[in-house]
Every structure is written in C-alpha cells, then in structure tokens.
C-alpha cells in the first residue's frame, strides 16, 4: 500500500522518512512524496488554501486536499513556533510570520530576524517556546483515519545558533542539552522534536489503520462483485 507524506517542504519530508523508516521497513508500505507524484504526472499540484485557526485545522485542510488530488491515503502536517511572551505568536502564521522572501530560506532567515526583534528585552522566563506539529491521516474517500499532535519544548535564545535543521531551529534553545535544535544531529533532534512524537505515535497505531484499510478495499471488491 502507499501512503502519501503530503508536503511540498522538503525537509519536512526527509525527516518523516527518518522518522518512519524503521517501521515502514518490510511492512509492505511505500511512502511517497508529493514531488514523486507530480514528477510521474509531469504536471504541478497547487498548494491547497490553509485558511484553518488551528494547527489541526490546517494540517486536516492539507490531508483531504491531497488524499483528494491523489487518490492516495495522505499523511499530512502541519507545524510552527508558540512563543508564550508572544501569546503564541507565530503560531499557524509561522512559515510567512515575517511576510518576506522568495525561498524557504529567504523567507526562514527573515523570520527568526523579525522573532529576535519582537523579543529584544525579554527576559529570560518569557522566552519559554515550543514548536508544535498537529498530524491528520485522510483515506482517498476524504475519511479522517487518524489524528494526533506532538510539541518540542525550549526557550528562545539571543542570537542564530547552529547549521543543522530549517525554520526556526537556531533560534530553539534547549536548556538541557545546552544546544539550540540546529545543533543537534537528525537522530538527536527526531528523538526529542514535536514531528518525531508526533510521527512515532502514527507509527504505533499504523498496523491497525491499514488492516482496517485493507478490510474496506476488500469490503468494495465484494460488493462491486455483487
Ligand atoms: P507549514 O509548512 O505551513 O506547516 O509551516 C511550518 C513553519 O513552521 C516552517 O516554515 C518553519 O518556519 C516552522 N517549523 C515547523 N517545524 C519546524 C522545525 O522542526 N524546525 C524549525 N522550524 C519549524
């Protein structure tokens, strides 16, 4: 069976991989990215309007569109930064807080600029920050099968630190590893981050979500057969 990782961000992607990769494996699952698909059809899927109040709302926004677009079971998410001296700002707003750039990394770099001006002077207890990431698995008939939310916790530091990661991961400061989230290797920040926890427990739960998957397609054959 394949499941659809259905985001255009590609390091989004290579992190879900790396996430699922040990309980994917021999399971007789194939993920598929988007960019795959839309290589095979050699024509480009519109970005769907993410016009939800909510992580959640987006990230279910996301899965119908594409699982729709497809035809495929799609795994979708959606994700950002919570900082609580901002009451939650940049929250769903994250990817375009700065409202600037052409490219992801145009568009991360003026981001964090905006987020460490927004915070200048802040002490430190009002820096504390998470980044959250809400998950929504949507069958091709538009049915939501399964849904959960992960959060990665840490404060925001003064200043960029850090190669590793996207987003807002130099500015993530974790207290107890006296590293920012661009610091850590992929397997250090996948173990701890708010894509990992969320993805893991997709992970637990995927066994069961494609039996009862199986059993409807079996289900429809039955009865197209009648
Ligand atoms: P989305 O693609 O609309 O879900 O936007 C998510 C935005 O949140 C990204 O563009 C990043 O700015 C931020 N974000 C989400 N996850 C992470 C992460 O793991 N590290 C750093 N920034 C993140």
Same mark, same amino acid.
């Given at each position: 069976?394949?499941?659809?990782?259905?985001?255009?961000n590609?390091n989004?992607?290579?992190?879900i991989?790396?996430?699922?990769?040990?309980?994917t494996?021999?399971?007789g699952?194939e993920?598929?990215?988007?960019d795959?698909?839309?290589?095979?059809r050699?024509?480009?899927i519109?970005?769907?309007?993410?016009?939800g109040?909510s992580?959640?709302e987006?990230?279910r926004?996301?899965?119908?569109?594409?699982?729709?677009?497809?035809?495929?079971?799609a795994?979708?998410?959606d994700s950002?930064?919570?900082?609580d001296?901002l009451?939650?700002?940049?929250?769903?707003?994250?990817a375009?807080?700065?409202?600037?750039?052409?490219? +992801?990394?145009e568009?991360? @770099? $003026?981001?964090?600029?905006? #987020?460490?001006r927004? %915070?200048?002077?802040?002490?430190? =207890?009002?820096?504390?920050?998470?980044f959250?990431?809400?998950?929504?698995v949507?069958?091709?008939?538009?049915?939501?099968?399964?849904?959960?939310?992960?959060?990665?916790?840490?404060?925001?530091?003064?200043?960029?630190?850090?190669?590793?990661?996207?987003?807002?991961?130099?500015?993530?400061?974790?207290?107890?590893?006296?590293?920012?989230?661009?610091?850590?290797?992929s397997?250090?920040?996948?173990?701890?981050?708010? +894509?990992?926890?969320?993805? @893991? $427990?997709?992970?637990k739960? #995927?066994?069961?979500? %494609?039996a009862?998957?199986?059993? =409807?397609?079996?289900?429809?054959?039955?009865?197209?057969?009648r």
């Amino acid at each position: 069976m394949r499941l659809l990782i259905a985001t255009q961000n590609q390091n989004k992607v290579r992190e879900i991989r790396e996430i699922l990769e040990g309980s994917t494996k021999n399971s007789g699952l194939e993920l598929v990215g988007l960019d795959e698909i839309v290589e095979a059809r050699g024509a480009p899927i519109e970005e769907p309007v993410e016009d939800g109040l909510s992580f959640e709302e987006n990230a279910r926004i996301k899965a119908r569109y594409y699982a729709k677009a497809t035809g495929l079971v799609a795994i979708a998410e959606d994700s950002g930064l919570e900082v609580d001296a901002l009451d939650g700002a940049p929250g769903i707003h994250s990817a375009r807080y700065a409202g600037v750039g052409e490219s +992801r990394e145009e568009r991360d @770099r $003026a981001n964090n600029q905006k #987020l460490l001006r927004e %915070l200048e002077g802040a002490a430190e =207890a009002e820096r504390a920050a998470r980044f959250v990431c809400a998950l929504s698995v949507v069958s091709s008939t538009g049915e939501v099968l399964y849904e959960t939310r992960g959060e990665f916790e840490g404060r925001i530091g003064t200043e960029p630190r850090g190669d590793g990661g996207f987003g807002y991961d130099p500015l993530l400061f974790i207290p107890e590893l006296g590293k920012t989230s661009a610091e850590l290797t992929s397997e250090e920040k996948n173990a701890r981050s708010h +894509r990992g926890a969320a993805f @893991r $427990a997709l992970a637990k739960v #995927l066994p069961s979500l %494609l039996a009862t998957l199986s059993q =409807a397609a079996g289900d429809t054959k039955l009865e197209g057969e009648r």
